[in-house]
Each structure stands twice: as structure tokens, then as C-alpha cells.
């Protein structure tokens, strides 16, 4: 399947700032590991977990806050 899209030229270049900034050499690769992640994500906050970033040496998180996961839903027994 091919998948065509519109971005902006700012968008384009996030997306090519990203691919550099971690090593990827397409914009399919980069698709797939966001695809991961975000269902990665999604599997967490079903199980009743908080997606956060942790510093453990200042004993700090900072939760993640993205509307797509506030739509997720736990399954009901």
C-alpha cells in the first residue's frame, strides 16, 4: 500500500530534522518507529499506566500529554 500525504514546508522539515537527529535514513522508517511508539503508548494507558519522561536523580517525571491518548479506553471485563 502507498500512502500519500500534504504536510507544510515546516513539517517537512521536522520530519527531516528528525530523521537525522536519530540515524533513520527514510521517511518510512521514521513512520514505522512513530507507529511503535504510539501503539507501545496506546497498550500502556489501556493497562492503567502513565506515560511519563522520569528523572530519577531530581525525582521529577513529567507525564505525557497528548489528546489521541486521552481517547483511550480500558477494556471492560
Same mark, same amino acid.
Not at 533513520?24 to 506515560?51: C, H, M
Given at each position: 500500500?502507498?500512502?500519500?500525504?500534504?504536510?507544510?514546508?515546516?513539517?517537512?522539515?521536522?520530519?527531516?530534522?528528525? !530523521?537525522?537527529?536519530?540515524?533513520?535514513?527514510?521517511?518510512?522508517?521514521?513512520?514505522?518507529?512513530?507507529?511503535?511508539?504510539?501503539?507501545?503508548? !496506546?497498550?500502556?494507558?489501556? %493497562?492503567?499506566?502513565?506515560?511519563?519522561?522520569? %528523572?530519577?536523580?531530581?525525582?521529577l517525571?513529567?507525564?505525557?500529554?497528548?489528546?489521541?491518548l486521552?481517547?483511550v479506553?480500558?477494556?471492560?471485563?
Amino acid at each position: 500500500m502507498r500512502l500519500q500525504m500534504e504536510i507544510t514546508e515546516q513539517q517537512s522539515a521536522h520530519l527531516e530534522n528528525l !530523521i537525522q537527529n536519530t540515524g533513520l535514513s527514510t521517511k518510512k522508517d521514521l513512520f514505522n518507529n512513530a507507529l511503535t511508539l504510539l501503539s507501545w503508548a !496506546i497498550d500502556e494507558v489501556r %493497562n492503567g499506566n502513565t506515560i511519563a519522561a522520569v %528523572n530519577e536523580e531530581q525525582k521529577l517525571y513529567r507525564e505525557l500529554n497528548m489528546p489521541v491518548l486521552s481517547h483511550v479506553r480500558r477494556p471492560t471485563s
